[in-house]
């Protein structure tokens, strides 16, 4: 069970901040001038990506602290790796949300799903890449369990992708793009205003209640795993010492071996007697 007070509590949060959300999104907001009510679409498309840049950079310090002081830990950093691999898989899910949401966006804005545009490239690349993080969690180092992930390995190609948040989110001001400019950043006048812009920030804060809750399930389904993991190599050590135990030559009782017979004292007969 991977059930606690403090999921059921963020999941009842995630559910009702999502409600409230599709309120405010479909109900409250008004459609876009340009747009109409396509534009409606901003609410889960830029959310995701907000959630997906949090969910890598929370797999970035979860790395950065495993290679850092896991060897200092007790449980040898596995807290620290468990939380990246958490982490980055909500992460990826987002990313994956966010190019769908964009592709049917583009579709009605741009009259195509898809576009090699440096915005979507970069946002490819950014799932590609924490794929394949995931994919190297999987492969099993040498001295460890089958199946158990590379940890240090893995947090050392974490830290390496992390390079990509910054190239996707910047990709609009250094190059130029098909895609929008960011429709709100630090230092910068919004984009929007009124209605559109309150119900923006609530998706974002929805959305985060709703990474945190996956992040916290996943975190324990993967404490889970390890410690099924643990139990399945300790049962299997301690059947080879059985196995070790059986097949060792037992040592002699002296008690059952066969005694001698006693030998026949001088001038005993040694044959009938006539």
Request: proline share 5%; net charge positive.
């Amino acid at each position: 069970m991977t059930a606690t007070w403090t999921t059921r509590l963020l999941g009842a949060l995630a559910l009702a901040s999502t409600a409230v959300m599709l309120v405010l999104a479909l109900g409250v907001s008004p459609p876009d001038v340009r747009q109409g009510d396509a534009v409606r679409m901003l609410y889960i498309h830029v959310p995701s990506i907000w959630v997906a840049y949090g969910s890598f950079t929370l797999t970035w310090t979860a790395s950065a602290l495993l290679l850092w002081r896991g060897r200092r830990r007790p449980d040898g950093g596995r807290h620290y790796d468990r939380l990246a691999g958490a982490a980055a898989e909500v992460g990826v899910l987002f990313t994956v949300l966010t190019l769908v949401t964009g592709s049917l966006w583009g579709r009605v804005t741009w009259g195509t799903y898809w576009q090699w545009d440096a915005r979507l490239t970069a946002t490819v690349m950014l799932a590609i890449t924490y794929a394949g993080y995931l994919a190297l969690r999987r492969l099993p180092a040498g001295g460890s369990a089958a199946g158990a992930g590379s940890h240090r390995r893995a947090a050392i190609m974490a830290l390496i992708s992390f390079v990509n948040v910054p190239i996707v989110h910047f990709s609009v001001d250094w190059w130029r793009t098909l895609h929008q400019k960011a429709s709100l950043s630090v230092g910068r006048r919004p984009e929007i205003t009124g209605e559109m812009y309150w119900t923006l920030l609530y998706s974002a804060a929805a959305a985060t209640v709703v990474a945190a809750w996956l992040t916290t399930h996943r975190y324990r389904l993967l404490r889970l795993e390890t410690m099924a993991d643990d139990a399945r190599l300790d049962a299997l050590l301690a059947q080879r010492r059985g196995e070790g135990e059986a097949a060792a030559p037992q040592p002699a009782d002296p008690l059952s071996a066969p005694q001698p017979a006693a030998p026949l004292s001088a001038g005993a007969p040694t044959g009938p007697r006539r």
